[in-house]
Structure formats: structure tokens, C-alpha cells
């Protein structure tokens, strides 16, 4: 989209021309953005991250946001709702078809980032990938059946398609760290906190005790009878329990405890705030442009 600006100091821009009609000291000029920039569409734009990853791809250097799609905020600029100075000149827009069929006319790399609901991601999808663009999926709790026929159709279609159950760098690290030191421990527990109650147990502890399953480790073989509710919920068959504590000013927050003879081992990661999860997703805009299936899980690129 060319941005017409009024600048003060023509001498500092190769493309300004002065005009007659203005004092001399006045130039106007058209700047075309980069034609090989990846065209991003934020689909949940209106939404505390959709604003988030609007400012982290503006930043980033070879991707512009190209489209925004919600079903609040219609008709506002997407740039003015998340503060920036300018507007980008992108209205929100609730029609998902409309906003992939102006961008595809464009012939440029593109990728929709998917902030929706788990009923909506697999049409979401589909559309996508039928003008010809790659998707970025961050939406918790997708049936593992609606990921099954993602990666079927994505698989046929030799389209692209990142499904992260979180875009967090360091909640995969803690992860990959659990899953080390599974192999040196008999006993683990998840313990996460949050400030507002939500649904739990949240998806990374959900998460970390899939990793930990079906390693070849039984967990807490002392514990596998207890059903006490204080004791937390047991997550698959190999014995890992979370606990869950909400308190109001609490950080989001994932602890895997650890003990052997003698000794405690703990992993801990804290998330203040949603800019947490932009590098993750700058990383996912990037990796999935070069993809032809589907994959699951942002760790597969670290």
C-alpha cells in the first residue's frame, strides 16, 4: 500500500520532487513499501495478542501486517487501536474470505496468524490455504482430531501449517529441560499459578506431563493410589500431578519439581505480560513460509 507524506527536509530523501504550488522548503513524496515482504493477516486482530503481534510484525524487518480481522472494533484502524502514532490504514474487518481475497490478488508470501476459537481454526485454515497462504495457529485446546485432519488436508494441499500449542521460547525450554531431567528422577510434580482463574490444568502443564509420558518412567510410585483431590489431578497414566494455585497479583507461572535421594531439582519459568510470546511468533511467521505440511509445536524450529 503506498503511504503519500508531507517531508520538511527534502535533501535527506532520494525520491522527494519539490512542487510548484508549495514553499520550496516542502516536499511531497510516495514511498512503496517492499514487494518482498511476508503479507501478514492477524485473524483475532482486536484481541490483547492479535494488538501485540500487530506492533512485534510492524517491527520486524521483512514482514508487514497486510490484513486484521475481528468481530469487535469493525471498521477502526488496526494501527490507531494499538496505539501506534500512525495509522496503518487497515480497517478490521470481520470477514476473514474478503481480507485473503484482496491480499492474494498481491502474488506475494503470505501467512495468517490464527487467534480464533478451536471451533473455528480448521474452516479458518482451509480458507487460507485456498488463496494459496500459509497459517500460524496459536489456539489452546484443539481437539486432537481437528489437528488430524489439519495435517490431512494441509499434507494434500502441499501447504504449510504451524500449530503451536504455545509460542513461548522459554515454556518450550522449560519443557525440554523436564524432559531431561525425567530420565534422572522418580518423582516430579507441576505446580502453576495465575491471577485470574481460568481452565485448568492451563495447556503448558498439560503439555510438559505429555512430554513426560510414555518415556519409560513411572513417576510418584508411592502416590499412584492417592485420589485425594488435595493432592492435585494426575495428566496421563504415568503418575504426573499439577496443582494449580490462583491468587489475585500473582504472575502467570509453570514450576516442575524434581527429587531424587537426597536432593531437589526445579525448573521455573515466569510470564508477565503477552509481549513474551512475539519472538515465538515472529520465529513461527518466518518458519512457516518454507513448509509444504503440517507441524505441530514451535520446538521443532529451536
Known amino acids: 500500500m503506498a503511504a503519500l507524506r508531507i517531508q520538511i527536509h527534502p535533501t535527506n530523501h532520494k525520491t522527494s520532487r519539490y512542487l510548484k504550488t508549495y514553499p520550496p522548503s516542502i516536499s511531497c513524496s510516495m514511498q512503496q513499501p517492499p514487494q518482498n515482504n511476508i503479507k501478514v493477516v492477524i485473524n483475532g486482530a482486536a484481541k490483547e495478542i492479535g494488538m501485540a503481534a500487530v506492533l512485534a510484525v510492524t517491527k520486524a524487518r521483512g514482514m508487514e501486517v497486510a490484513g486484521a480481522v475481528d468481530s469487535h472494533l469493525v471498521g477502526e484502524d488496526i494501527g490507531l487501536v494499538c496505539g501506534m502514532e500512525e495509522a496503518l490504514e487497515i480497517p478490521i474487518i470481520t470477514d476473514l474470505t474478503m481480507v485473503l481475497g484482496s491480499i492474494s490478488q498481491l502474488k506475494a508470501t503470505s501467512v495468517v496468524v490464527d487467534f480464533t476459537e478451536p471451533s473455528t481454526v480448521y474452516d479458518n485454515v482451509k480458507q487460507a490455504t485456498a488463496f494459496g497462504m500459509n497459517s500460524v495457529v496459536y489456539v489452546p485446546r484443539i481437539k486432537p482430531e481437528t489437528i488430524a485432519a489439519l495435517s490431512a488436508f494441509c499434507e494434500k494441499a502441499s501447504m504449510g501449517c504451524l500449530v503451536a500449542p504455545t509460542l513461548s521460547i522459554g515454556s518450550i525450554l522449560l519443557q525440554q529441560a523436564a524432559i531431561?531431567?525425567?530420565?534422572?528422577?522418580?518423582?516430579?510434580?507441576?505446580?502453576?499459578?495465575?491471577?485470574?482463574?481460568?481452565?485448568?490444568?492451563s495447556q503448558d502443564s498439560v503439555q510438559i506431563a505429555n512430554n513426560l509420558s510414555n518415556l519409560?518412567?513411572?513417576?510418584?510410585?508411592?502416590?499412584?493410589?492417592?485420589?485425594?483431590?488435595?493432592?492435585?489431578?494426575?495428566?496421563?497414566?504415568?503418575?504426573?500431578?499439577?496443582?494449580?494455585l490462583v491468587l489475585p497479583g500473582l504472575v502467570s507461572s509453570t514450576t516442575v519439581y524434581f527429587s531424587g535421594p537426597g536432593e531437589m531439582y526445579s525448573i521455573k519459568h515466569d510470564i508477565t505480560n503477552v509481549q513474551c510470546l512475539m519472538p515465538g511468533l515472529i520465529l513461527a511467521i518466518r518458519q512457516v513460509v518454507r513448509l509444504k505440511n503440517l507441524v505441530y509445536g514451535l520446538e521443532k524450529f529451536l
Open 216 to 244: 519409560g518412567q513411572l513417576y510418584n510410585r508411592d502416590d499412584l493410589d492417592t485420589n485425594a483431590p488435595a493432592r492435585g489431578q494426575r495428566l496421563g497414566e504415568d503418575g504426573v500431578r499439577v496443582h494449580s
Open 180 to 201: 531431561s531431567a525425567s530420565f534422572h528422577y522418580n518423582n516430579v510434580e507441576i505446580v502453576e499459578s495465575k491471577a485470574n482463574a481460568g481452565v485448568f490444568p
